[in-house]
């Protein structure tokens, strides 16, 4: 069904009533599974994804990592009943493969992954339900999931979208940026998923999934890197809760 964007011509409001600068709501939890190294539950909006982590670790015998640092390798899968399709994707999925081989490079970007040489950090990621924002999640989660498991790293890596909507009801050519795309409005908008490091303007992800003109993708990557700092906000509040939470513990 074809995206509506005539509330938002109206009223500058969105079909979820948000404004084109607002986030969905973020919830997240760390140390969700005692078993795993470091693990996290984030939500995006409808959009939740699990994480766990393994390591640093011995790697075995012909694989994990090298005498240059740790190798950072990432799985994910995403349950059947995850999206409206109801379609499991498979292991040679080239849409999981890009996803993983982004989410590796940006992990790999901000550990110090020289402090473990011939050792393995593998960080799997379970999407429980799609509803946009799916990369950005995935990242978001897996930086939880990392801090849980005492990986040392340069700082969070944060991530957001954006996309470009119509402002005007008759004249398509007319558009504004819009933050945190929803599944509805992936399918239908350009997007931009962007993930910088730490409240910097360092960006280590940038993926556009459209064309668009290239005055835009400024515009569109300013609202995004404004959004991640929005979103290192909250994920930094879920650490710090968890860290008094042991410290409470252990003077307890």
Request: overall charge neutral; glycine content about 10%; charged content about 20%.
């Amino acid at each position: 069904m074809p995206l509506d964007s005539s509330i938002y011509a109206l009223a500058r409001l969105r079909l979820d009533g948000r404004r084109w600068n607002e986030l969905r709501r973020v919830h997240a939890q760390i140390s969700t599974q005692a078993a795993a190294d470091g693990s996290s539950y984030l939500e995006m909006g409808s959009t939740k994804v699990l994480c766990t982590v393994a390591g640093p670790s011995e790697g075995r015998r012909g694989g994990g990592g090298s005498s240059a640092g740790a190798e950072v390798r990432v799985d994910i899968s995403m349950a059947g009943f995850s999206g409206q399709d109801r379609k499991k994707r498979t292991r040679g999925d080239k849409r999981l493969a890009e996803m993983q081989s982004t989410i590796a490079n940006a992990c790999t970007s901000s550990i110090f992954t020289h402090l473990y040489p011939h050792s393995l950090i593998a960080i799997s990621l379970h999407v429980l339900c799609q509803d946009g924002s799916i990369l950005s999640a995935c990242l978001n989660a897996a930086t939880l999931a990392l801090i849980d498991a005492g990986v040392p790293m340069a700082d969070y890596i944060v991530s957001c979208t954006a996309g470009l909507i119509s402002s005007s009801g008759t004249n398509h050519d007319k558009t504004d940026p819009v933050l945190d795309l929803t599944g509805a409005e992936e399918q239908e908008l350009p997007s931009l998923t962007v993930a910088t490091l730490g409240a910097t303007q360092k960006v280590s992800v940038l993926m556009l999934e459209n064309r668009v003109q290239i005055d835009t993708v400024q515009e569109l990557l300013a609202v995004g890197v404004a959004g991640c700092k929005q979103v290192r906000e909250v994920l930094d509040q879920v650490v710090r809760a968890r860290g008094k939470q042991l410290l409470s513990t252990v003077r307890g």
